[in-house]
């Protein structure tokens, strides 16, 4: 009886050395990975067909007008502050777009840091946690978003036109992220297994914060 005692507590202490280990390793790369990332969210009033035709309208407007200032950023902190310069210009083209369509909601933009889920834009998948993000929120900003990455600027490469599109997107990354964060969020492999593995690192993350 004690040794399957003694067995059973080392079973725990070894699964909580492991939670422990693994936590702090996906912390640490999701921390690393974040710091080298602006992502870009524009979230819809509500989940109505209306309202998320209307997000796609305003995204469709604010990159339209923001891709060519961000185009040839060189380094996190020029976007930044191209994106700061541009703020109060790109808030009311999101409010034209919003009034041209026959609504009366508010806009509100700013560039923040927001927690994020595990998400998945192209081939990339990014692991949950907090990031530096320029947001657009409509009106009581309650339905789905869009996202992507605006530094680098892949928010400005087409990821539904093929293998071309792919290998811009793989290359902006690569000059972005070491070799390891590169390996560990692109999905192109095996999409099911980062996603997968990702969603196993948030759960560690939770038991361990005690969410």
Request: with cysteine.
């Amino acid at each position: 009886m004690k040794k399957v005692l003694a067995i059973m507590i080392s079973l725990i202490v070894l699964t909580g050395s492991v939670l422990v280990v693994s936590y702090i390793k996906a912390d640490a790369s999701q921390k690393s990975i974040a710091n080298k990332l602006i992502r870009f969210h524009v979230i819809a009033n509500s989940d109505s067909t209306e309202d998320q035709a209307l997000k796609l309208k305003v995204r469709d407007n604010v990159l339209k007008y923001i891709s060519p200032k961000l185009k040839n950023s060189k380094s996190i902190d020029e976007s930044r502050e191209i994106i700061k310069e541009n703020n109060d210009v790109i808030n009311k083209i999101a409010e034209k777009t919003v009034e041209e369509n026959g609504y009366t909601y508010t806009v509100k933009s700013k560039l923040s840091h927001e927690n994020f889920p595990v998400k998945t834009y192209g081939n990339i998948t990014l692991p949950q946690g907090n990031y530096e993000a320029y947001r657009i929120i409509i009106g009581n900003g309650q339905g789905h978003n869009w996202w992507c990455v605006m530094f680098p600027p892949l928010c400005f490469t087409d990821i539904t036109k093929g293998d071309v599109e792919v290998k811009k997107t793989d290359d902006m990354m690569k000059k972005t992220l070491s070799e390891e964060e590169y390996e560990l969020v692109n999905d192109d492999i095996d999409k099911n297994k980062v996603v997968f593995k990702f969603k196993i690192a948030e759960k560690i993350k939770e038991v361990y914060e005690g969410k």
